[in-house]
């Protein structure tokens, strides 16, 4: 290599960090910046205070607790669902993943979200809350199929969900097939 290549090579290494600081530069962050959307889990609370969960889908149930930080299924008895499949699905309804809050729906109004007859249902009992489950309905998918809508027994709002919740509820349930 000559000289004068290595010149050459140098002048557009300038010109291109030239570039690059006059053009490229990050605006500074605004103390003003406008609002930002806070999403939340859909449960509001870890996965550990997550004591069972009850699946059911189709008139199948499925029941599981969380017993000594592992999942273990009683119902149906005999079946093997993997304890960290369960896991990834509290995860998928607390503070593993954030859901999209849509605005309060009336019971009427439930069909467009496809919630007035779920796909699946959930009753989850959370740590501290006696004899109280929560249950979550499971409605459709969004427009996009990228998410389902979901909603809480004690809530009116509706929440836009990551699909994966739909997809490991259906892997519960193929595990659990006799």
Known sequence: MTWRRVAIIYVA????????????????ESDQAGPRSTSSSLLETEASSVTSVTFRK???VVRATREDR??????????????????AT?????????SEKLSPEPENALAAYGLDTPSATLE???TGVADAPVTILIGARN????????????????????MNLSYYIDLIFDAAKT
């Not at 290494?13 to 500074?28: H, I, N, T």
């Not at 995860?91 to 954030?98: F, V």
């Not at 427009?143 to 027994?153: D, F, G, L, M």
Request: glycine letters at 8%.
């Open 70 to 87: 592992r999942w273990r299924v009683l119902e149906p008895p005999g079946i093997e669902v993997s304890s960290d499949l369960l896991e």
């Open 13 to 28: 290494l300038g010109l291109l960090a030239s570039y690059v600081l006059v053009f490229e530069r990050a605006a500074p």
């Open 90 to 98: 509290i995860a998928t309804l607390t503070a593993g993943q954030a």
């Open 58 to 60: 189709e008139g199948r």
């Open 143 to 162: 427009p996009t199929r990228t998410a389902v809508y979901a909603r809480r027994s004690d809530l009116n709002t509706i929440f836009l969900v990551g």
């Open 124 to 126: 989850v009992i959370l």
